[in-house]
């Protein structure tokens, strides 16, 4: 008899908390939802709790959880409701849970990811940010709890189903030359430069091949999403900087690959959808069915490649830079870049700001190490206040 894993879903009202969803649905006798949690979208969160019946469902915004108590009261569905970050870090390390599905977007995300590493659960991790962020303060609190951590970014779990089984983060015994990291090249991959300047958020939030939230799409769009990549492999995988090799790829239809002293390539190829990458981690190690349909190879027909261009996007130059300073760098790296695509979300700056944003918050907050959660949390605030005054003096 298989026990039924208990799933807390941080984020499932966005893009991977619905394919989460979508996956567990799949199979009731394998997992069930324990909690949900949205930031404050109420209407999505409830239709959720109505279908998976969760124990908890947390709201961040404490008036959205109040309008949706109110509302799973009337519908007579027995989930608890809880608001506040408090209650996100609680229904991560409850000790009913077995697996948490971190998929909040950015920053938001590092304090309830971290609380499941605390608690030695199997974390699920879409939300990069948090190694982004906190890398090696993350792995070690990993390695301490005794936590189990499986990639979900699409070319981070490639990555793990092409390295060898008995992989122990170490690159060279293992034989390995390279991590080739496969990246679209986003909606403005053959755009001229100079037509950068005007583009609007619809544009950089229409992907060619995948369906996302908006803030990976525009770091798909600025390359920004490949940069955070490279850092997370690093971390995942223990990899240099220079053994890490982006990759342009269009299709999307291979997912990362690993090169081999002996000249061999591995690589996972599969349809652009995200459940493949949450079934393979949530059934690991055993494949389970996802919904994505199978591939097929007569309508790829082809698989191109090409170098990135970093003169075109300068934002995966900087998480180069962030990721070779090391320390709180990083950190700041991600921060400015989430008031970046932020305010040009809102149409406060051209696309070409982003990088330029990034780039003077990187050289005006000063280097140091960080030790502590906290250290990265207080890294965080002052980066984006950084990046908030320089746009607040441009203006
Ligand atoms: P999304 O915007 O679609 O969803 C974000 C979720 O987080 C929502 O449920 C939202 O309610 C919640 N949220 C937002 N702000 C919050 C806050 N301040 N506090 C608490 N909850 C908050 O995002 P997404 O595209 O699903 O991405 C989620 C994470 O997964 C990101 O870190 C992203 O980089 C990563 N990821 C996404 C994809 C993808 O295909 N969408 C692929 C790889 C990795
Ligand atoms: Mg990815």
Redesign the pocket.
């Known amino acids: 008899m298989k026990t039924i894993r208990q799933i807390t879903v941080?984020?499932?009202?966005?893009?991977?908390?619905e394919?989460t969803l979508d996956v567990i649905a799949r199979h009731p006798d394998r997992f069930q939802a324990f909690a949900l949690?949205?930031?404050?979208?109420v209407e999505k969160m409830l239709a959720q709790c109505q279908r998976f019946q969760p124990r908890f469902a947390v709201m961040?915004d404490t008036a959205s959880a109040g309008q949706l108590a109110d509302a799973i009261k009337a519908a007579g569905i027995r989930t608890e409701v809880l608001a506040g970050?408090e209650s996100?870090e609680k229904v991560a390390s409850l000790p009913e849970v077995d697996a948490v599905m971190a998929?909040?977007?950015?920053a938001?995300?590092i304090r309830p990811t971290f609380a499941a590493a605390r608690t030695g659960k199997l974390v699920l991790l879409?939300?990069?940010?948090t190694l982004v962020m906190a890398g090696r303060i993350f792995m070690d609190l990993v390695k301490q709890h005794n936590a189990t951590l499986l990639p979900?970014?699409?070319e981070h779990n490639a990555i793990y189903q092409s390295l060898p089984h008995h992989f122990n983060g170490n690159l060279v015994a293992a034989g390995i030359s390279r991590i080739l990291l496969t990246a679209s090249g986003g909606p403005f991959r053959r755009a001229p430069l100079e037509s950068l300047a005007s583009v609007t958020p619809e544009q950089a939030c229409a992907h060619p091949n995948?369906?996302?939230?908006?803030?990976?799409?525009v770091?798909s769009a600025t390359m920004m999403?490949k940069g955070?990549e490279v850092i997370e492999a690093h971390w995942l995988f223990e990899a240099p900087p220079e053994k890490i090799q982006v990759v342009i790829h269009p299709q999307s239809v291979i997912h990362s690959m690993v090169a081999y002293v002996d000249g061999s390539v591995i690589a996972q190829l599969g349809n652009p959808d995200?459940r493949t990458p949450i079934a393979h981690a949530m059934g690991f190690p055993e494949r389970i069915e996802s919904g994505v349909s199978a591939l097929d190879m007569f309508k790829v027909a082809h698989l191109d490649f090409e170098e990135p261009d970093f003169k075109k996007f300068p934002c995966l130059k900087l998480a180069y830079q962030a990721l070779a300073a090391g320390g709180n760098m990083p950190a700041v790296l991600n921060a400015a870049n989430e008031i970046a695509v932020e305010s040009f979300l809102k149409r406060h700056m051209p696309f070409t700001a982003i990088p330029v944003m990034i780039a003077h918050a990187m050289e005006t907050v000063r280097q140091e190490e960080m030790a502590t959660l906290d250290d990265v949390l207080k890294t965080d605030t002052l980066a984006r206040d950084v990046a908030r005054n320089w746009l607040a003096n441009l203006q």
């Open positions: 941080l984020g499932s009202t966005g893009s991977i908390g394919s949690t949205a930031n404050h979208s961040l970050i996100l998929a909040i977007v950015g938001a995300g879409a939300n990069k940010e979900i970014d699409s995948w369906d996302m939230g908006q803030k990976i799409s770091d999403n955070l995200m």
